[in-house]
């Protein structure tokens, strides 16, 4: 019966699982959609957060449990049908327990019974894996342009004659196998007792000799035997499945970092429509988990009044994008302290703030959307509003960009990918199905950062932007459409505190009511254009080497 009930419960798990599946993934996809995109980046960057759990997994340790379950049947009624046995089915059962309990339990050798971590040091071992890198896609271009790949190939056979026999295996499989012989013979000929066993009482009483009842009882020792293995050898997937289901439910208890505020913005009585005001008091903080022995920020004291078109330069890593982070509080400082309209910044609600604030930098992606909806996620109240998206595609100056693609608008850059063919050598018709089906457009890397820069209008195109900040958005872009971009992004400064991080910043200072100079993590100057050109400093120095590029160019 229990035979009939593990083969039926085995059959119903095989009809039901494809439903099942679609039910209990679609479940734990909004699940982790839901708790995933509610972190903020100071927790996601949390080693400790974890990084969710993929819900392949979740099915998978599904029909996993659901085995176990089938396999703990099937040992019940083998360990009922041998215990019942006359001639010693006790005994019996408990000598076909003697080998799994051996091979899984008291001979294994494992090495980390709780918690571990271990890595690899060998600069050799590092150099294979890392060469072994090489043949993905990604470097192709680069290694056939510059033409690395024979000093690959000779690194790659240096590195592996340098590791010389050193095993690769993984730690576990060199720490968990024995020394001596000695446990492999125990645990194989303990498989072989219950055969010992029946011989020794054939032994003392030759008359119970009969070649059905040994071969019933060989064949159910056997099979006892097998299902206990199996179960033991799955007692670390269980454990397994345990943890994973306690990650996936602790995702719900990861408290964000960045604690929100209940004050509302705008403040009625504080607040202006020119747009937001910031005051920074020794503003100190450098990035959770950073390496760098210095802050990011250091001592960071200066007022930006509503309204204000702010221009932020100075060379790489002087803080310039780190700043922008904490004015739109994507992290918190560590010290010191940020003001908007003469508040604290922790104290407003930080739905209120995003409403209210735009970013636009150069590592903004497109999303896996088609371009309409890339557009109008600018300002999802609006998302259907194809009047305001051509506008924004307009002002994003994408509009040549968007014309150039078959299906304009509704183009989507980067398509979920589902076909699949093989073995299509010969096979011409089927080829050109598959490369049709799923065919992928490219643009180039100026070619996004206008569509991105497009989401940004769209977003202004809400009415509620008060702070709005381009953080090297051109990098890209040719100078025309650079300037373009930089000369719509100001027309639409009304009522909005605008800040423009930029290199190349020539064009834009003589409308920057303020400039601040950023070396090291400090504002190391901080006036007009005229101020700090007549103080003949950092900025004046930066300013003069591009003016002397182009003087130089005219020569
Ligand atoms: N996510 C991060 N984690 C750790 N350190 C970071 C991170 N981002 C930046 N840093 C470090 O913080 C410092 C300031 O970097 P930031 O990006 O603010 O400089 P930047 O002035 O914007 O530079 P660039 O002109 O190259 O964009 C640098 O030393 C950098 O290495």
């Known amino acids: 019966m ?184 125990l645990t194989n000929l303990s498989g072989d007792l219950p055969t010992f066993y029946w011989a020794a009482s054939v032994l003392f009483d030759p008359r119970a000799f009969s070649i059905t009842s040994f071969a019933i009882l060989q064949q159910h020792a056997q099979a006892l035997r097998f299902t206990v293995s199996v179960l033991f050898s799955e007692v670390s997937g269980i454990q397994d499945c345990v943890i994973m289901t306690k990650d996936l439910y602790k995702m719900a208890d990861v408290k964000n970092k960045i604690v929100d505020g209940d004050q509302p913005y705008p403040n009625p009585t504080l607040s202006s429509d020119k747009g937001m005001a910031f005051e920074l008091r020794n503003v100190s903080f450098s990035y959770p988990g950073g390496t760098s022995k210095e802050n990011a920020i250091r001592n960071l004291s200066f007022k930006i009044p509503a309204g204000h078109l702010v221009v932020i330069v100075g060379p790489n890593g002087s803080g310039k994008s780190s700043l922008i982070k904490l004015l739109n509080r994507l992290y918190d400082v560590d010290s010191g302290e940020i003001l908007v309209d003469g508040i604290p910044i922790k104290n407003y609600r930080l739905a209120d703030l995003q409403r209210v604030q735009s970013l636009l930098t150069q590592d903004h992606k497109l999303y896996p959307l ?67 089906l799923e065919n992928k457009a490219d643009v180039s890397g100026g070619e996004k950062q206008r569509l991105v820069a497009a989401r940004t209008f769209m977003r202004f195109s809400s009415g509620n932007i008060r702070f709005a900040v381009a953080d090297e958005p051109s990098s890209a872009l040719d100078p025309k459409a650079e300037h373009r971009l930089f000369q719509r992004l100001r027309e639409s400064g009304q009522g909005k505190t605008m800040i423009f991080v930029t290199h190349r910043f020539g064009h834009l200072t003589k409308y920057a009511n303020l400039i601040i100079c950023m070396k090291d993590g400090q504002a190391v100057e901080i006036g007009t254009h005229k101020e700090l050109m007549a103080r003949g400093g950092e900025y004046s120095e930066l300013y003069n080497v591009q003016a002397q590029a182009f003087a130089d160019s005219t020569l």
């Open 2 to 185: 229990c035979g009939v009930f593990s083969s039926t419960l085995q059959w119903s798990i095989h009809h039901v699982a494809p439903n099942l599946q679609r039910e209990i993934t679609a479940h734990f996809q909004e699940y982790m959609l839901k708790e995933r995109l509610r972190l903020d980046l100071p927790t996601i960057a949390d080693k400790n957060t974890g990084s969710g759990v993929h819900t392949f997994y979740i099915w998978h340790n599904f029909q996993f449990l659901c085995g176990v379950f089938e396999r703990l049947f099937r040992l019940i009624s083998q360990v009922v049908f041998t215990v019942q046995q006359p001639s010693g089915g006790i005994t019996l059962t408990l000598l076909s327990l003697v080998s799994p309990v051996l091979t899984t339990g008291l001979l294994r050798r494992n090495p980390w019974k709780g918690a571990f971590i271990y890595y690899a040091s060998n600069f050799d071992y590092l150099r294979v894996g890392a060469l072994n890198m090489f043949v993905s896609e990604e470097y192709r271009e680069e290694i056939i342009a510059g033409n690395v790949g024979t000093w690959i190939v000779r690194e790659y056979e240096r590195a592996r004659k340098a590791l010389g026999k050193i095993s690769d295996a993984s730690p576990h499989a060199i720490y968990s196998t024995h020394p001596t012989p000695i446990p492999n013979i």
């Open 370 to 436: 088609t371009l309409a909806e890339n557009i109008s996620l600018g300002n999802p109240d609006k998302f259907d509003d194809m009047e305001m998206v051509e506008n924004a595609v307009k002002d994003g100056g994408a509009s040549e960009v968007i014309s150039k693609l078959k299906d304009g608008l509704e183009t989507n850059l980067n398509p979920m990918q589902t076909a699949y063919g093989s073995q299509l050598e010969g096979h011409k018709k089927l080829e050109s199905i598959l490369e049709n």
